[in-house]
Nanobody
Framework: QVQLVESGGGLVQAGGSLRLSCVAAARTSRQNAMGWFRQAPGKERELVAAINWDGGSTYYLDSVKGRFTISRDNAKNTVYLQMNSLKPEDTAVYYC?????????????????WGQGTQVTVSS
């Protein structure tokens, strides 16, 4: 079992930045590919960024490419999502999730463990 705890959400003006953190409370999380999802009201949950077990491979949703960066520090069991140049359409609850795989995964069904979510609100 992998327990995930997100932090770093909040209210920011358009153009601002936030860094989300996700701490995994299990040593085995070092071997898990991880991802950040988001869900806005009335919309489906979507994968924003993903990273493989050692950080060597990443995936980004087209609309966040060049603005968001996913990274991980396996020594700290932590995954980060640096979000720059935020837009009002980035407003959502952001969820950290972990797979049971080493390699990059882009399907929501590939993610077995989920955090409780953190709210990101971008004002115009």
């Amino acid at each position: 079992q992998v327990q995930l705890v997100e932090s770093g959400g909040g209210l920011v003006q358009a153009g601002g930045s936030l860094r989300l953190s996700c701490v995994a409370a299990a040593r085995t999380s070092r071997q898990n590919a991880m991802g950040w999802f988001r869900q806005a009201p009335g919309k489906e949950r979507e994968l924003v960024a993903a990273i493989n077990w050692d950080g060597g491979s990443t995936y980004y949703l087209d609309s966040v490419k060049g603005r968001f960066t996913i990274s991980r520090d396996n020594a700290k069991n932590t995954v980060y999502l640096q979000m720059n140049s935020l837009k009002p359409e980035d407003t959502a609850v952001y969820y950290c999730a972990a797979t049971r795989s080493l390699g990059l995964r882009s399907g929501i069904g590939d993610y077995a463990y989920w955090g409780q979510g953190t709210q990101v609100t971008v004002s115009s």
